[in-house]
């Protein structure tokens, strides 16, 4: 289980986590160490970006609730978070 902050643009468009910028780089990083993507269970704290920033942190606790629903459902073996704004372009 991968656990993002919250949906950008591309994953907001594409109603799926981690296939955004951020989300390209991290799939190739589990790549090249033989994970397989399909296999994990990608999602996010906050379900919905707040426009144009950061979710503040009562924002991250409101998900927090669902967030515990979700692991408890997919009882993963592993979890790991990859939380903070996304890569910007120089």
């Known amino acids: 289980m991968v656990v993002g902050e919250a949906p950008w643009r591309e994953e907001k468009r594409l109603k799926r986590p981690f296939v955004g910028p951020a989300g390209m780089c991290l799939r190739g ?3 090249l160490v033989g994970l397989d993507v ?3 269970w990608l999602t996010n704290v906050v379900k919905v970006q707040p426009r144009g920033r950061n979710p503040n942190r009562t924002e991250i ?3 927090l609730g669902y967030l515990g629903k979700e692991i408890r459902y997919v009882a993963p073996r592993r979890a790991s978070s990859r939380w903070g704004a996304p890569p910007t372009r120089p």
Do not use: D, P, S, V
């Open 61 to 63: 606790n409101q998900g």
């Open 29 to 31: 990083a589990f790549t």
């Open 38 to 40: 399909e296999e994990l």
